[in-house]
């Protein structure tokens, strides 16, 4: 089992920053990749970033450009930084980790507000 503990969303204006963190603990041997995504009210759950165990990174188009995903592999935690929020950012925010065929690990969820 592997365990993720999220932190780090809050309240933001638009046009503003910031960061979601999301570490794991437990059997991550069995993991090779982590990622984030985000579920809005009335949207479909969308895939916003993700990254491999080699480092290889995955955005949504959404976010690309305006987010970018991290990893500290001494920490096993996850960063994922957000700049330039707008309004339709607004979701959600789950942390997930998992292989190529299965992502079977879930935090809890973190809500990001992005309002004025």
């Known amino acids: 089992q592997v365990q993720l503990v999220e932190s780090g969303g809050g309240l933001v204006q638009p046009g503003g920053s910031l960061t979601l963190s999301c570490a794991a603990s437990?059997?991550?041997?069995?993991?090779?990749?982590m990622g984030w995504d985000r579920q809005a009210p009335g949207k479909e759950r969308e895939l916003v970033a993700r990254i491999t165990n080699a480092g290889s990174t995955g955005y949504a188009d959404s976010v690309k450009g305006r987010f970018t995903i991290s990893r500290d592999n001494a920490k096993n935690t996850v960063h994922l930084q957000m700049n330039s929020l707008k309004l339709e950012d607004t979701a959600v925010y789950y942390c997930?980790?998992?292989?190529?065929?299965?992502?079977?690990?879930w935090g809890q969820g973190t809500q990001v507000t992005v309002s004025s």
């Open positions: 437990g059997s991550i041997f069995s993991i090779d990749r």
């Open positions: 997930y980790a998992g292989t190529s065929s299965s992502y079977p690990y």
